[in-house]
Protein backbone atom coordinates (compact mmCIF):
# COMPACT_ATOMS: atom_id res chain seq x y z
CA UNK A 1 0.00 0.00 0.00
CA UNK A 2 3.05 2.09 0.97
CA UNK A 3 4.80 1.76 -2.52
CA UNK A 4 1.44 2.40 -4.32
CA UNK A 5 1.56 5.67 -2.30
CA UNK A 6 5.03 6.66 -3.15
CA UNK A 7 4.45 5.55 -6.93
CA UNK A 8 1.76 7.81 -7.48
CA UNK A 9 2.98 11.25 -5.30
CA UNK A 10 6.08 10.37 -7.51
CA UNK A 11 3.84 10.31 -10.65
CA UNK A 12 2.50 13.17 -9.23
CA UNK A 13 5.80 15.36 -8.84
CA UNK A 14 7.05 14.05 -12.84
CA UNK A 15 3.71 15.76 -13.99
CA UNK A 16 4.60 19.16 -12.16
CA UNK A 17 7.35 19.19 -14.29
CA UNK A 18 5.88 19.15 -17.50
CA UNK A 19 5.69 22.58 -18.44
CA UNK A 20 9.65 22.62 -18.67
CA UNK A 21 9.50 20.47 -21.50
CA UNK A 22 6.90 21.79 -23.23
CA UNK A 23 7.99 23.44 -26.83
CA UNK A 24 8.71 26.80 -26.33
CA UNK A 25 6.66 28.81 -29.32
CA UNK A 26 9.09 30.32 -31.62
CA UNK A 27 8.48 34.35 -32.58
CA UNK A 28 7.28 34.75 -36.04
CA UNK A 29 9.12 36.51 -38.67
CA UNK A 30 6.77 38.87 -38.41
CA UNK A 31 7.09 39.53 -34.71
CA UNK A 32 10.49 39.70 -34.65
CA UNK A 33 10.52 42.23 -37.70
CA UNK A 34 7.98 44.29 -35.63
CA UNK A 35 10.42 44.04 -32.26
CA UNK A 36 13.62 45.27 -34.35
CA UNK A 37 11.99 47.91 -36.23
CA UNK A 38 11.04 51.34 -35.55
CA UNK A 39 9.60 54.59 -37.67
CA UNK A 40 11.77 58.12 -37.01
CA UNK A 41 10.46 61.28 -38.46
CA UNK A 42 13.22 62.91 -38.79
CA UNK A 43 14.84 66.27 -41.01
CA UNK A 44 17.64 63.71 -43.21
CA UNK A 45 18.89 60.39 -43.52
CA UNK A 46 22.45 61.99 -42.12
CA UNK A 47 20.68 63.45 -38.77
CA UNK A 48 19.05 59.58 -38.01
CA UNK A 49 22.57 57.85 -39.03
CA UNK A 50 24.78 60.35 -36.92
CA UNK A 51 22.48 59.64 -33.88
CA UNK A 52 22.48 55.80 -34.56
CA UNK A 53 26.24 55.38 -34.28
CA UNK A 54 26.61 57.77 -31.37
CA UNK A 55 23.59 55.44 -29.72
CA UNK A 56 26.11 52.39 -30.61
CA UNK A 57 29.49 54.36 -29.39
CA UNK A 58 27.28 55.06 -26.48
CA UNK A 59 26.49 51.61 -25.32
CA UNK A 60 30.61 50.16 -26.61
CA UNK A 61 30.36 49.28 -30.15
CA UNK A 62 33.08 50.11 -32.35
CA UNK A 63 31.93 50.21 -36.39
CA UNK A 64 33.26 48.01 -38.13
CA UNK A 65 31.22 48.87 -41.57
CA UNK A 66 29.29 51.90 -42.84
CA UNK A 67 27.95 52.74 -46.10
CA UNK A 68 25.43 56.07 -46.05
CA UNK A 69 23.69 55.18 -49.44
CA UNK A 70 22.63 51.83 -48.32
CA UNK A 71 21.99 53.17 -44.70
CA UNK A 72 23.64 49.94 -42.93
CA UNK A 73 25.60 50.39 -40.02
CA UNK A 74 27.94 47.24 -38.84
CA UNK A 75 28.90 47.24 -35.27
CA UNK A 76 30.41 44.81 -32.91
CA UNK A 77 31.60 45.18 -29.22
CA UNK A 78 33.31 42.27 -26.86
CA UNK A 79 32.63 42.49 -22.94
CA UNK A 80 33.06 40.40 -19.78
CA UNK A 81 29.52 39.07 -18.56
CA UNK A 82 28.79 37.87 -15.33
CA UNK A 83 27.10 34.42 -15.17
CA UNK A 84 26.14 31.93 -12.44
CA UNK A 85 29.77 30.99 -11.16
CA UNK A 86 32.43 33.33 -12.63
CA UNK A 87 32.14 34.85 -16.04
CA UNK A 88 32.43 34.97 -19.69
CA UNK A 89 34.06 36.74 -22.47
CA UNK A 90 31.11 37.88 -25.71
CA UNK A 91 31.47 39.23 -28.49
CA UNK A 92 27.63 41.14 -30.10
CA UNK A 93 27.56 42.16 -33.59
CA UNK A 94 24.82 44.55 -34.47
CA UNK A 95 23.70 45.65 -37.71
CA UNK A 96 21.17 48.81 -38.60
CA UNK A 97 19.89 49.62 -41.53
CA UNK A 98 17.43 52.20 -42.32
CA UNK A 99 14.73 52.54 -45.13
CA UNK A 100 13.41 56.11 -46.41
CA UNK A 101 9.44 55.29 -45.71
CA UNK A 102 8.31 58.98 -47.09
CA UNK A 103 9.63 62.29 -46.94
CA UNK A 104 10.58 62.96 -43.76
CA UNK A 105 10.34 59.12 -42.15
CA UNK A 106 12.83 56.60 -41.67
CA UNK A 107 12.37 52.90 -40.74
CA UNK A 108 14.71 51.87 -38.82
CA UNK A 109 15.42 48.05 -38.25
CA UNK A 110 18.18 46.57 -36.14
CA UNK A 111 19.51 42.81 -35.05
CA UNK A 112 21.89 41.39 -32.77
CA UNK A 113 23.84 38.23 -32.40
CA UNK A 114 25.70 36.98 -29.13
CA UNK A 115 28.74 35.11 -29.72
CA UNK A 116 30.89 33.71 -26.40
CA UNK A 117 34.38 34.05 -26.66
CA UNK A 118 37.04 31.29 -25.87
CA UNK A 119 40.03 32.40 -23.79
CA UNK A 120 41.74 33.42 -26.46
CA UNK A 121 39.55 35.51 -27.60
CA UNK A 122 38.22 34.15 -30.65
CA UNK A 123 34.28 34.00 -31.05
CA UNK A 124 33.83 30.34 -30.56
CA UNK A 125 32.03 27.53 -32.57
CA UNK A 126 28.33 28.34 -34.45
CA UNK A 127 26.56 26.30 -31.59
CA UNK A 128 27.61 29.14 -29.38
CA UNK A 129 25.99 31.90 -31.23
CA UNK A 130 22.88 33.07 -29.12
CA UNK A 131 20.07 35.84 -30.85
CA UNK A 132 19.03 37.46 -27.89
CA UNK A 133 15.11 37.65 -29.19
CA UNK A 134 14.09 39.54 -25.83
CA UNK A 135 11.87 42.67 -27.06
CA UNK A 136 13.46 44.11 -23.66
CA UNK A 137 16.65 44.47 -25.47
CA UNK A 138 15.37 45.96 -28.49
CA UNK A 139 13.00 48.72 -26.56
CA UNK A 140 16.43 49.68 -24.97
CA UNK A 141 17.98 50.22 -28.07
CA UNK A 142 15.35 52.45 -29.81
CA UNK A 143 14.78 54.16 -26.52
CA UNK A 144 18.87 55.17 -26.30
CA UNK A 145 18.03 55.90 -30.06
CA UNK A 146 15.14 58.42 -29.09
CA UNK A 147 17.50 59.84 -26.11
CA UNK A 148 20.49 60.45 -28.79
CA UNK A 149 17.91 62.39 -31.13
CA UNK A 150 16.73 64.59 -28.55
CA UNK A 151 20.47 65.16 -27.47
CA UNK A 152 21.26 65.78 -31.37
CA UNK A 153 18.29 68.44 -31.63
CA UNK A 154 19.60 70.17 -28.54
CA UNK A 155 23.40 70.72 -29.90
CA UNK A 156 24.47 68.85 -26.69
CA UNK B 1 36.34 40.51 28.52
CA UNK B 2 36.45 44.47 28.09
CA UNK B 3 40.15 44.59 26.45
CA UNK B 4 38.58 41.82 23.66
CA UNK B 5 35.27 43.80 22.95
CA UNK B 6 37.42 46.33 22.70
CA UNK B 7 39.99 44.86 20.13
CA UNK B 8 36.81 43.56 18.27
CA UNK B 9 35.31 47.14 18.32
CA UNK B 10 38.95 48.31 17.08
CA UNK B 11 38.90 45.54 13.96
CA UNK B 12 35.65 46.35 13.21
CA UNK B 13 36.19 50.04 12.69
CA UNK B 14 39.31 49.29 10.68
CA UNK B 15 37.36 46.90 8.44
CA UNK B 16 35.16 49.38 7.89
CA UNK B 17 37.60 51.77 5.99
CA UNK B 18 37.55 49.13 3.31
CA UNK B 19 33.56 49.00 2.94
CA UNK B 20 34.01 51.66 0.06
CA UNK B 21 35.86 49.06 -2.40
CA UNK B 22 32.95 46.61 -2.06
CA UNK B 23 30.74 49.55 -3.13
CA UNK B 24 28.57 49.28 -6.32
CA UNK B 25 30.32 51.24 -9.35
CA UNK B 26 28.10 53.69 -10.69
CA UNK B 27 27.68 53.28 -14.19
CA UNK B 28 28.41 56.18 -16.27
CA UNK B 29 25.52 57.86 -18.06
CA UNK B 30 25.82 58.32 -21.76
CA UNK B 31 26.11 61.86 -21.45
CA UNK B 32 29.00 61.20 -19.12
CA UNK B 33 30.36 58.69 -21.58
CA UNK B 34 30.19 61.49 -24.83
CA UNK B 35 31.50 64.38 -22.15
CA UNK B 36 34.77 62.39 -22.07
CA UNK B 37 34.94 60.87 -25.19
CA UNK B 38 34.01 64.33 -27.60
CA UNK B 39 35.68 67.95 -28.09
CA UNK B 40 34.83 70.59 -30.40
CA UNK B 41 37.27 72.35 -32.84
CA UNK B 42 36.96 75.52 -35.16
CA UNK B 43 37.63 74.02 -38.83
CA UNK B 44 35.76 75.24 -41.94
CA UNK B 45 34.81 71.83 -43.16
CA UNK B 46 34.19 67.96 -41.53
CA UNK B 47 36.95 66.57 -44.32
CA UNK B 48 39.26 69.18 -42.88
CA UNK B 49 38.46 67.63 -39.15
CA UNK B 50 38.80 63.73 -40.67
CA UNK B 51 42.22 64.67 -42.29
CA UNK B 52 43.50 65.81 -38.71
CA UNK B 53 42.24 63.04 -37.28
CA UNK B 54 43.65 61.03 -39.68
CA UNK B 55 47.31 62.67 -39.30
CA UNK B 56 47.32 61.65 -35.44
CA UNK B 57 46.43 58.07 -36.15
CA UNK B 58 48.79 57.25 -38.80
CA UNK B 59 51.67 58.85 -36.01
CA UNK B 60 50.57 56.14 -33.92
CA UNK B 61 51.07 53.29 -36.12
CA UNK B 62 47.10 52.45 -36.29
CA UNK B 63 45.44 50.79 -39.43
CA UNK B 64 42.55 51.83 -40.81
CA UNK B 65 40.33 49.13 -41.34
CA UNK B 66 36.95 51.05 -41.92
CA UNK B 67 36.76 55.02 -43.73
CA UNK B 68 33.28 56.47 -44.45
CA UNK B 69 33.36 59.69 -45.96
CA UNK B 70 29.48 60.28 -46.00
CA UNK B 71 28.96 59.85 -42.28
CA UNK B 72 32.32 61.18 -41.38
CA UNK B 73 33.43 58.18 -39.36
CA UNK B 74 37.15 56.23 -39.50
CA UNK B 75 37.32 52.69 -37.27
CA UNK B 76 41.07 52.00 -36.78
CA UNK B 77 43.16 49.16 -35.14
CA UNK B 78 46.32 48.95 -33.45
CA UNK B 79 48.66 46.36 -31.66
CA UNK B 80 51.15 46.73 -28.71
CA UNK B 81 52.84 45.44 -26.64
CA UNK B 82 52.88 46.39 -22.79
CA UNK B 83 55.32 45.93 -20.27
CA UNK B 84 54.24 44.34 -16.88
CA UNK B 85 53.79 46.44 -14.23
CA UNK B 86 56.50 46.44 -11.03
CA UNK B 87 53.11 45.09 -8.72
CA UNK B 88 52.90 42.08 -10.94
CA UNK B 89 56.34 41.12 -11.58
CA UNK B 90 56.78 41.29 -7.79
CA UNK B 91 54.42 38.76 -7.91
CA UNK B 92 55.69 36.28 -10.10
CA UNK B 93 59.13 36.71 -8.15
CA UNK B 94 57.82 35.69 -4.94
CA UNK B 95 55.61 33.13 -5.89
CA UNK B 96 58.53 31.68 -7.56
CA UNK B 97 61.14 32.08 -4.32
CA UNK B 98 58.13 30.66 -2.02
CA UNK B 99 58.00 27.69 -5.16
CA UNK B 100 61.57 27.07 -4.85
CA UNK B 101 61.92 27.46 -0.80
CA UNK B 102 59.14 24.93 -0.29
CA UNK B 103 60.08 22.11 -2.71
CA UNK B 104 63.93 22.38 -1.71
CA UNK B 105 64.74 23.67 -4.56
CA UNK B 106 63.49 21.20 -6.82
CA UNK B 107 60.80 23.66 -8.39
CA UNK B 108 63.57 25.72 -9.58
CA UNK B 109 62.65 25.12 -12.97
CA UNK B 110 58.89 26.07 -12.75
CA UNK B 111 60.07 29.12 -11.07
CA UNK B 112 62.52 29.72 -13.48
CA UNK B 113 59.67 29.69 -16.72
CA UNK B 114 57.57 32.19 -14.11
CA UNK B 115 60.38 34.81 -13.63
CA UNK B 116 60.61 34.84 -17.90
CA UNK B 117 56.89 35.41 -17.62
CA UNK B 118 57.17 38.27 -15.37
CA UNK B 119 59.12 39.72 -18.22
CA UNK B 120 57.36 38.81 -21.01
CA UNK B 121 54.69 42.02 -21.80
CA UNK B 122 50.76 41.95 -21.98
CA UNK B 123 50.09 41.64 -25.81
CA UNK B 124 47.49 44.20 -26.56
CA UNK B 125 44.87 44.81 -29.58
CA UNK B 126 42.86 48.24 -29.69
CA UNK B 127 40.15 49.05 -32.09
CA UNK B 128 39.15 52.66 -31.97
CA UNK B 129 36.35 54.50 -33.53
CA UNK B 130 36.47 58.21 -34.60
CA UNK B 131 32.93 60.06 -35.58
CA UNK B 132 32.93 63.46 -36.87
CA UNK B 133 30.20 65.84 -37.07
CA UNK B 134 28.81 69.33 -37.76
CA UNK B 135 28.27 71.57 -34.52
CA UNK B 136 27.42 75.11 -36.05
CA UNK B 137 28.98 76.53 -39.10
CA UNK B 138 32.37 76.62 -37.97
CA UNK B 139 32.68 74.19 -35.35
CA UNK B 140 32.61 70.42 -35.80
CA UNK B 141 33.00 67.74 -33.07
CA UNK B 142 35.02 64.34 -32.84
CA UNK B 143 33.90 61.67 -30.66
CA UNK B 144 35.99 58.51 -30.05
CA UNK B 145 35.38 54.97 -28.41
CA UNK B 146 37.89 52.39 -27.71
CA UNK B 147 38.12 48.82 -27.35
CA UNK B 148 40.85 47.11 -25.47
CA UNK B 149 41.72 43.29 -25.37
CA UNK B 150 44.73 42.43 -23.04
CA UNK B 151 46.07 39.32 -23.72
CA UNK B 152 48.32 37.62 -20.86
CA UNK B 153 51.33 35.94 -22.76
CA UNK B 154 52.64 33.06 -21.22
CA UNK B 155 56.14 31.55 -22.15
CA UNK B 156 55.72 28.53 -24.22
CA UNK B 157 52.20 28.98 -24.48
CA UNK B 158 49.36 30.92 -26.53
CA UNK B 159 47.87 34.46 -25.52
CA UNK B 160 45.24 33.86 -23.06
CA UNK B 161 42.58 37.01 -23.11
CA UNK B 162 43.11 38.65 -19.74
CA UNK B 163 40.66 41.29 -19.90
CA UNK B 164 37.87 43.36 -22.35
CA UNK B 165 36.59 47.16 -22.25
CA UNK B 166 37.27 50.09 -22.80
CA UNK B 167 40.34 51.94 -22.15
CA UNK B 168 40.72 54.67 -19.34
CA UNK B 169 39.79 58.37 -19.62
CA UNK B 170 43.87 59.37 -19.69
CA UNK B 171 43.92 57.34 -23.34
CA UNK B 172 40.91 60.18 -24.75
CA UNK B 173 42.85 63.05 -22.55
CA UNK B 174 45.99 61.71 -24.65
CA UNK B 175 44.58 61.81 -28.05
CA UNK B 176 43.03 65.01 -27.70
CA UNK B 177 46.14 66.87 -26.69
CA UNK B 178 47.53 65.60 -29.86
CA UNK B 179 44.96 66.66 -31.86
CA UNK B 180 45.16 70.28 -30.40
CA UNK B 181 49.07 70.21 -31.55
CA UNK B 182 47.72 68.80 -34.80
CA UNK B 183 44.78 71.57 -35.05
CA UNK B 184 48.09 74.52 -34.32
CA UNK B 185 49.87 72.36 -36.98
CA UNK B 186 47.16 72.64 -39.54
CA UNK B 187 46.53 76.67 -38.86
CA UNK B 188 50.02 77.36 -38.90
CA UNK B 189 50.10 75.74 -42.40
CA UNK B 190 53.11 73.18 -41.47
Not at chain 1, 23 to 46: G, P
Not at chain 1, 81 to 108: D, M, P
Not at chain 2, 84 to 102: D, W
Request: with cysteine; proline share 2%.
Amino acid sequence: MFKKIILILACFSLIGCLPAFAEKESATALEIRQMQTRTYEVKNQKQLMEAMVNVLQDRGYLINESNYNLGVISGYKECKEKRFLGSQFVRYETSVQINQQNNKSYKVRTNYIKKLMDVYGNPSTQKDIKIPEQEQFYREFFSDLDKSLFIEKQGI
Amino acid sequence: MKRKAALFLIFIFVFSFHAPVFAKKEVASALDKRAVQTKTYDTKSENELMKMALNVIQDEDYKIINLDNDLSLITVNKQLRKPRSLAVKMGYYTGALLYTGATFGIGAIVAWVWIKDAHTPYYIERDVTLNVSDLSKDQRKIRINTLEKVFATNTGSPKMIKSIGETNDTFYQDFFTKMDKESFINKQDL
